[in-house]
């Protein structure tokens, strides 16, 4: 397979634009290269000049925890530039279509809406695993991704491993394993997995376990052809400088996020068990991730109830599979411990 085949003619040949960042990369004293503010910013930090549109110490200091060198490593203005990208840059509008497998991430869709591209719909079977023959009669010669989170948000379980691999061993697209929730999981990541496969995407996020969702940090691991692809396509300076310092910052402190994620493994187990013994509870899904599916009686009475309290959950009620459900993130053990005080009342 090869991947330049996959992206959309227009990106073929598309002549990318050049910052003067590009043109110039070397140690010089008088930048009058880019029209910045030669004085200052009125701030306490300077942040007059343009950001390295490659944040390559970032994307260095990522290599050095994950493991993936830097030539295999994209950053985006959260996971949600990179999905937004991958259509952009491999689905061609009114011709080309993608597979879901709700329930699911809302993202994939309205990002497939936003780009104009067709979206299939394969769901999960009722474990929540892929129906894999279902998948396999869906695929067509237009097919250029399937969409795969594992952990599986709003379901909370990882998905079978050896059934994804099937998948990226047969199919002839892009297959992208948004593992936005991998921190909190039992079952290994697939980043290992990128050497094998050139049509594998894997997707992180600085948006949960590291506890950056404000800066809007996202990861995409891939085969080198998918990564320039993305970096081509890519606004020259999506990733801002604050962003850029701030999570240099933060991954010299991992010792904390480890230790969050510890606690919040823990809590979802109590919480899980906690929620198991309600009055209310029908099914409590077991998950891989920070928050736990959970169906009750009469799911939106409850989540009245509840913000009423000032506690708010995610009413999932009305989605396919998902019926008379709440998706309850883990909070703190302060949190946890108000959240079932009130509904063991009920
Ligand atoms: C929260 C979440 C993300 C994170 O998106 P960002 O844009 O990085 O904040 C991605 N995928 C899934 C499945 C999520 O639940």
Redesign the pocket.
């Known amino acids: 397979m090869d991947i330049k085949d996959l992206q959309r003619e227009n990106i073929k040949t598309l002549k990318p634009y050049s910052t003067a960042r590009d043109e110039y990369k070397g140690q010089a004293s008088v930048f009058l290269d880019a029209n910045e503010n030669s004085f200052g910013s009125p701030l306490p930090a300077n942040y007059n000049r343009y950001p390295d549109p490659l944040q390559l110490d970032l994307k260095d200091a990522i290599s050095k925890i994950k493991g993936v060198p830097i030539e295999n490593t994209f950053l985006g203005n959260?996971?949600?530039?990179a999905i937004d990208l991958l259509f952009r840059a491999f689905c061609n509008p009114g011709k080309d279509n993608v597979i879901v497998l709700p329930p699911t991430?809302g993202?994939y869709e309205v990002s497939a809406n936003i780009n104009d591209v067709e979206l299939r719909k394969v769901d999960l079977l009722p474990n929540f695993q892929l129906d894999l023959e279902k998948i396999a009669e869906t695929i067509d010669s237009n097919t250029k991704m399937i969409f795969i989170?594992s952990p599986n948000?709003p379901t909370g379980n990882s998905i079978d491993r050896s059934d994804i691999e099937t998948i990226l061993a047969n199919f002839k697209g892009l297959v992208i394993i948004?593992e936005?929730?991998i921190n909190f999981a039992r079952q290994k990541t697939f980043i290992q997995e990128l050497t094998e496969y050139a049509n594998l995407v894997v997707?992180q996020?600085?948006?949960?376990a590291w506890g950056l969702?404000a800066l809007?940090?996202?990861m995409a691991f891939s085969s080198v052809p998918v990564i320039d692809i993305l970096n081509k396509v890519k606004p020259p300076y999506n990733i801002n400088q604050a962003t850029q310092d701030l999570a240099l910052a933060a991954l010299a402190n991992i010792k904390q996020v480890n230790d969050w994620i510890k606690v919040t493994v823990s809590e979802r187990d109590r919480l899980s068990k906690a929620l198991a013994n309600l009055k209310i509870a029908q099914k409590v899904y077991p998950s891989d991730a920070n928050f736990i599916l959970a169906k009750v009686d009469d799911a939106s009475a409850i989540y009245n109830l509840l913000v009423d309290k000032g506690i708010i959950v995610r009413d999932r009620s009305k989605v396919s599979l998902c019926e008379g459900c709440l998706r309850i993130t883990v909070g703190t053990p302060t949190e946890n411990d108000e959240l079932i005080s009130i509904l063991e009342k009920l």
């Open positions: 959260g996971s949600d530039e991430y993202m989170c948000n948004d936005a929730y997707l996020t600085f948006s949960k969702a809007r940090l996202g």
